[in-house]
């Protein structure tokens, strides 16, 4: 439970990934190999298409010139024409089938062909899409985090929290929404969302920093007893935390300072 400080930006290498270019790049070459594998398959059913319609002339040349050899054995001629229908009804068949699969691969292609290109647009955007997935959502969040967009931070978060309440980034992005009221010295909002973190998820590695850092928002509103009372309830909730020797040093400090009105009006 290591505290995390909210004053200056974060550039993280394991908690955060941040979207490149490259990702976008990246996605953008699965495009075309996708678009390419239609391509190599559309060609392999026209060729195998060409070929059946070559067997199914050569069953009707053979149909034709045996109806026009009325002396040969009628027996041989009916077992012949049966023998050509049954290779028009296969063909037919087998192109029949070809068509179905390849209009069912198409269609999945395009599927992920739109993904594809709703992923790009999003990255590109910086902005989350109707169908974000939590880990978008925390990419997106933390991306704007890092780039002192705060406003769009909180935004992202809030939606990661209220829609996907148990995932295993919720925590964290609700500790992060406070973390951008901070940095924007929004005290009130600020604590608004530390409380939140405690109450949801009380189990959560960055619940102790958040009482923490709402200790120091309500030191900035002079409200000291309420600052007192953040710190207070790091040492019985969380006697193990380590942000405990910070909370007591803070603790001192504000002590001394409740009978300046000047810095403490409650």
């Known amino acids: 439970m290591a505290l995390k400080t909210a004053l200056f930006p974060l550039f993280l290498t394991g908690c955060f990934w941040a979207t490149t270019k490259s990702e976008g790049e990246g996605m953008r070459r699965d495009i075309t190999t996708l678009q390419g594998q239609m391509s190599s398959k559309q060609k392999e059913l026209d ?77 590109e955007s910086g902005k989350p899409s109707a169908n974000s997935s939590p880990d978008d959502l925390w990419r997106l969040g933390t991306q704007a985090f890092e780039a002192a967009r705060y406003n769009d931070a ?55 920093d958040g009482l923490y850092f709402a200790a120091l928002a309500a030191q900035e509103l002079k409200n000291c007893t309420e600052a007192r009372t953040y710190l207070g309830l790091i040492k019985t909730k969380y006697p193990k935390s380590n942000v405990t020797k910070q909370a007591s040093d803070l603790d001192a400090t504000i002590k001394k300072d409740l009978k300046n009105k000047a810095k403490c009006s409650s």
Do not use: C
């Open 47 to 123: 060729t195998e298409i060409a070929q059946l319609k070559s067997v199914l002339d050569d069953a009707t040349k053979l149909l034709k010139r045996n109806s026009a050899d009325l002396g040969a054995d009628v027996d041989g001629l009916r077992s012949d024409i049966r023998t050509a229908n049954g290779l028009v009804t296969a063909v037919n068949n087998s192109v029949n089938d070809m068509k179905t699969a390849f209009d069912k691969y198409r269609k999945d292609n395009d599927a992920r062909l739109d993904a594809l290109e709703q992923r790009v647009a999003q990255i």
């Open 154 to 208: 909180i935004e992202i978060f809030k939606r990661l929290v209220q829609t996907y309440p148990t995932h295993a980034r919720a925590d964290d992005a609700q500790y992060f929404r406070g973390q951008s009221y901070t940095n924007l010295k929004d005290w009130d909002k600020a604590i608004g969302a530390y409380q939140q973190l405690v109450e949801k998820y009380p189990d959560s590695d960055l619940a102790d």
